[in-house]
């Protein structure tokens, strides 16, 4: 099974950059694809088995958790299991 991630712009037909999250890739790993595709910072549609993605890349909402002090440490409601 393959993965597809897409993001666009509001209200319009482009595309933006939909490289998957460090979070997200974390989870791409625990399942059985074979392939994830999504744009790259380039604009270039790329292919990576999940093994190869690249790491690193944080997401707006972690970011903001990140900058206003919000954890997943101190925040009962932000805890996963």
Known sequence: MS???VRTQRH???VLESTPCEDCIKT???LDLKKVV???SEGDVVCHRPKDLPSGNRSA?????ERTGLTKKNSTCLQTK
Do not use: M
Not at 61 to 65: E, M, N
């Open 38 to 40: 999504y744009i790259d």
């Open 3 to 5: 993965l597809y991630v």
């Open 28 to 30: 791409i790993r625990l």
């Open 61 to 65: 909402g972690k970011r903001f958790l």
């Open 12 to 14: 319009s037909d482009c």
